[in-house]
């Protein structure tokens, strides 16, 4: 449970009006005089006195303009004048202070006082304000007479001091007070409606960019699809090459000794006869008899399927029978060489 002696402030500053400082903040920004919002956007006043008409704008004089308000300005005689010092954290509860230091410093009835105020400088730690107070009665004695004028909302009612511009409260200013709400009303929905624009515009083109993104997704990942179709594919060529090239490699090493058989018997005559065949690889060894051994070996020799052919034996002549006994080595040659 908190004690009752629990300190509020942060920096100087008591949190529990962080509020009150908010609200005070924005109605600076929005209401007072030295706002550049209401410098832009308040009602041009034509300032009538005795002697001479101005134009004036949040205040503060302005050029030439065409002018929907009307202010009378009051002579010195009429205005009570005071300048209050008041410390910073007043600020939030400005307007409490004052009717409490009108309430207290007035000549006048309660019910025949007005008043107005102007922040003249604002230092680090305090505030300086031009506070005026009028007569209701008074005042309005001076409009009949001087200006023929015996509504009190019919004009506003203005106070000069020492070139300080002071708006007296509770006569025609609301007329323009609420001009200026419209117009700033019609300004921030103005903003809005920008604002909203710009966030539907932003808004669209992130849905497209997201609906693009979803196609380009899309077509990625056909793309990524037909891409590993097409490597499971060049794989298995990969495996079906390495497969032929061994099935060659076994051909080239151990050829068909059927094929070999067939050659032999389509190159040699019906006069050679064979007794042996063996192969082993590509090593081929022969035994037979023929008329003449020499030039069946010449002839094998020719045989370009043939690299080598030698005779490991001498050629012998078999007795009795006019024929030659012969034995020979062949190498076959490698499939592709020349």
Excluded at 7 to 26: I, P
Excluded at 158 to 168: M, T
Excluded at 241 to 262: L, Q, S
Excluded at 265 to 284: E, K, R, V, Y
Aim: glycine share 6%; net charge negative.
């Amino acid at each position: 449970m908190l004690g009752k002696e629990q300190n509020w402030e942060v920096f100087g500053y008591d949190t529990r009006q962080l509020g009150s400082h908010w609200l005070a903040a924005w109605r600076d920004l929005l209401w007072a005089d030295d706002s550049p919002v209401r410098q832009r956007l308040d009602e041009v006043v034509e300032l009538r006195s005795e002697t001479e008409s101005r134009l004036f704008q949040a205040g503060e004089p302005c050029g030439a303009a065409t002018a929907e308000c009307e202010a009378v300005l009051l002579p010195d005689d009429l205005v009570l004048s005071r300048k209050l010092r008041l410390p910073l954290s007043a600020e939030a509860f400005l307007d409490s202070a004052l009717q409490l230091e009108v309430g207290a410093n007035s000549p006048f009835e309660a019910a025949d006082t007005a008043f107005g105020w102007r922040l003249l400088r604002r230092g680090e730690s305090q505030l300086e304000i031009l506070l005026v107070i009028v007569s209701i009665s008074t005042v309005m004695t001076y409009l009949g007479r001087q200006y023929d004028s015996h509504d009190a909302h019919a004009q506003e009612v203005w106070a000069d001091l020492d070139g300080a511009i002071v708006v007296v409260h509770g006569f025609g200013e609301k007329q323009r007070e609420d001009k200026y709400r419209r117009r700033l009303l019609r300004s921030v929905l103005g903003v809005c409606v920008c604002a909203l624009l710009i966030f539907c515009i932003v808004a669209l083109g992130a849905g497209t960019k997201r609906v693009e993104l979803a196609q380009i997704k899309t077509l990625a990942a056909g793309v990524e699809r037909e891409a590993e179709e097409a490597s499971r594919m060049r794989a298995s060529l990969a495996l079906a090459n390495e497969t032929v090239a061994a099935v060659n490699e076994i051909v080239a090493t151990y050829p068909n000794p059927h094929v070999e058989i067939a050659r032999l018997t389509a190159l040699l005559d019906d006069g050679t006869s064979i007794s042996q065949f063996s192969m082993n690889g590509p090593n081929i060894r022969l035994r037979g008899r023929a008329t003449n051994a020499a030039s069946v070996m010449q002839l094998l020799t020719d045989e370009a399927a043939y690299r080598e052919v030698t005779a490991p034996q001498a050629i012998v002549k078999v007795a009795g029978t006019g024929l030659e006994q012969f034995s020979l080595n062949i190498a076959l040659r490698k499939r592709g060489s020349g």
